[in-house]
């Protein structure tokens, strides 16, 4: 069954069956005080606008069977997968790996690398872990997109012009539709968010689509109006 919803550059027609929402790294360290996202200077509470209308898609997407799947940003603990390049950011005293106030900062396993408790995942739900901005880049995202036979990818998440620009441009290379939802990502930069999403519908959607998550919403197939009510708050 076949959706379409009103968006930038145009509309943005997808299929409920072969559609995933794609949760970028809705982690403690980059949404909270005390991780990785403020040790780079970020002022963190920029991102929270973005949990309550992420919370109302992940609950409806959950209520009508859309694939979920979320990332994480993060490194083994020997910080083996970590490159200089990556690892020489920031304040030298707080880098990856670092001890912070939720653990070591961006090691898998640790609590401020895990997913905020208002967007955590359920235990069917996929959980894809990411040494890089992109979510293809040293995972098996493309694996498992294929394995579920997902086309269309609808994008949400943080930072809007890091890794949700680095996944969507993956997934646009690899032959994805990407609709990104605007009030569902964020920047810690409010310029880099007005101009990220522009660059992504620009030049007749160079690399995907924007679109309200209400517009997203009002778009799916829900079975019946109670579909909402009856998820658990
Ligand atoms: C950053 C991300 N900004 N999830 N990561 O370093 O966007």
């Not at 990818?153 to 990407?178: I, M, P, S, W």
């Not at 310029?191 to 997203?216: K, N, T, Y």
Request: glycine fraction near 10%; charge should be negative; hydrophobic fraction near 40%.
């Amino acid at each position: 069954m076949t959706s379409t919803v009103p968006a930038e550059p145009y509309p943005f027609t997808f299929d409920q069956a072969s559609t995933a929402l794609v949760i970028i790294d809705m982690q403690r360290d980059f949404v909270e005080p005390g991780g990785f996202g403020e040790t780079l200077g970020n002022d963190v509470s920029l991102l929270a606008a973005v949990v309550p209308p992420l919370r109302t898609v992940l609950e409806t997407a959950r209520a009508v069977g859309l694939t979920v799947i979320h990332t994480r940003e993060g490194h083994v603990p020997d910080l083996s997968d970590c490159p200089p390049a990556k690892l020489n950011r920031g304040d030298p005293t707080k880098r990856i790996g670092s001890p912070g106030p939720k653990g070591r900062i961006l090691i898998r396993g640790e609590y401020g690398h895990d997913i905020i408790d208002e967007l955590a995942p359920l235990p069917d739900e996929l959980v894809i872990d990411k040494p890089g901005k992109g979510s293809f880049h040293g995972t098996t995202f493309g694996a498992e997109l294929a394995a579920r036979g997902i086309t269309s990818l609808v994008v949400t998440g943080v930072t809007t012009e890091v890794c949700v620009h680095t996944t969507v441009r993956e997934a646009n290379d690899r032959g994805y539709e990407c609709l990104v939802l605007s009030d569902c990502t964020g920047s810690y930069f409010p310029e880099f968010q007005r101009v990220g999403l522009a660059m992504i519908a620009a030049q007749g959607g160079i690399f995907g689509w924007v679109a309200p998550s209400a517009a997203f919403l009002a778009a799916l197939n829900v079975e019946s109006e109670t579909a909402l009510e009856e998820v658990p708050s």
